[in-house]
Each structure stands twice: as structure tokens, then as C-alpha cells.
């Protein structure tokens, strides 16, 4: 079992950054790939990005490359989402996730656990 912990999210002007912090705990994180979901209301959950065991590898939606940057801290059981220059289209529900392989993906169903999840809110 893998728990995550979401926090970071909150209320920000457009073109500024928060950084989304995922703690996990339980079985060795540091084996895990992770991910960074979102869903608007009204919209289904999309990825946003994703990131390998050893944090070598990352993938991105589109919309947000050279916006936003996932990285992990496996001494510290933790993945993050710098988000900058953001945009009234960010604001989301942000969850993290956890799949049981260490290999990157970009699809929801490939994950086995997940946070609560955060809110972020972009005010134009």
C-alpha cells in the first residue's frame, strides 16, 4: 500500500507559481513511477505530467511544457509540480499518483493509488 498526501495548491493571480508537494508513505517509494493529475470541474481528469523511479525521465501535457516541472526527492518520499506563469485554464483539482511499476505513464488507469487531491485556483 501507498498513501499520498497532496498539499501546496491555493488561490493565485494569473502569470504567478505555486509548487504542489506529494508526500508518500508506505511501501518503498522510491521504486514507483508518480504522476500529477487534474480535474476542472465539469471536465474529466487529465494528466498533466509524469515522472520515472529515478526521476531521469518526465513527460508533459502539452499545454503546460516549459510551464511546469515534475521532480522527485526520494530521500524524502516526496514528488513535486512547479507550476509557473499560470493561466485561469490551470485552475483544477491536482491529484497525485502512484503506480506500482517505475516506468512513466501518461494514462489515469495505470495508476494503483492516489491522493485526496489539492485545489488550485487561478484568478484571471
Known amino acids: 500500500q501507498v498513501q499520498l498526501v497532496e498539499s501546496g495548491g491555493g488561490l493565485v493571480q494569473a502569470g504567478g507559481s505555486l509548487r504542489l508537494s506529494c508526500a508518500a508513505s508506505?511501501?518503498?517509494?522510491?521504486?514507483?513511477?508518480m504522476g500529477w493529475f487534474r480535474q476542472a470541474p465539469g471536465k474529466e481528469r487529465e494528466f498533466v505530467a509524469t515522472i520515472n523511479w529515478s526521476g531521469g525521465i518526465t513527460y508533459y501535457l502539452d499545454s503546460v511544457k516549459g510551464r511546469f516541472t515534475i521532480s522527485r526527492d526520494n530521500t524524502k518520499n516526496t514528488v513535486y509540480l512547479q507550476m509557473n506563469s499560470l493561466k485561469p485554464e490551470d485552475t483544477a483539482v491536482y491529484f497525485c499518483?502512484?503506480?506500482?511499476?517505475?516506468?512513466?505513464?501518461?494514462?489515469?488507469?495505470?495508476?494503483?493509488?492516489w491522493g485526496q487531491g489539492t485545489q488550485v485556483t487561478v484568478a484571471s
Open positions: 508506505g511501501r518503498t517509494f522510491s521504486t514507483n513511477a
Open positions: 499518483a502512484a503506480r506500482i511499476f517505475g516506468t512513466t505513464n501518461t494514462v489515469g488507469s495505470e495508476y494503483s493509488y
